[in-house]
Nanobody, 119 residues
Framework: QVQLVESGGGLVQAGGSLRLSCEAS????????LGWYRQAPGKQRELVAV???????NYASSVKGRFTISRDNAKNTAYLQMNSLKPEDTAVYYC?????????????WGQGTQVTVSS
């Protein structure tokens, strides 16, 4: 089991920046992937960014070049640095971790943090 706690959301003007944090309840060294997802009102949850154990990253095309995902294994924490924010980035942002244990994938979610970008 892994408990995840997100923080860092808030209200920001367009063009501004925020850094989201996702702290895990245990070591993330063995976690296969750490990811950030978001869900806007009336829309499906979508992948924003993901980072693997080896440090490989992948981003949604809508955030590429503006957002950066990172992980600090020593602090059991993943981050999402969001720059040049746009009103369409407004959503609840969720942290997700996936690990392969006992021949099956397990996934865990945080409770979400609201990001609101005003125009």
């Amino acid at each position: 089991q892994v408990q995840l706690v997100e923080s860092g959301g808030g209200l920001v003007q367009a063009g501004g920046s925020l850094r989201l944090s996702c702290e895990a309840s245990r070591s993330i060294v063995s976690i296969d992937t750490l990811g950030w997802y978001r869900q806007a009102p009336g829309k499906q949850r979508e992948l924003v960014a993901v980072i693997t154990t080896g440090g490989s990253t992948n981003y949604a095309s809508s955030v590429k070049g503006r957002f950066t995902i990172s992980r600090d294994n020593a602090k059991n924490t993943a981050y999402l640095q969001m720059n040049s924010l746009k009103p369409e980035d407004t959503a609840v942002y969720y942290c997700n971790v996936r690990e392969f244990v006992d021949n099956s994938w397990r996934a865990y979610w945080g409770q979400g943090t609201q990001v609101t970008v005003s125009s």
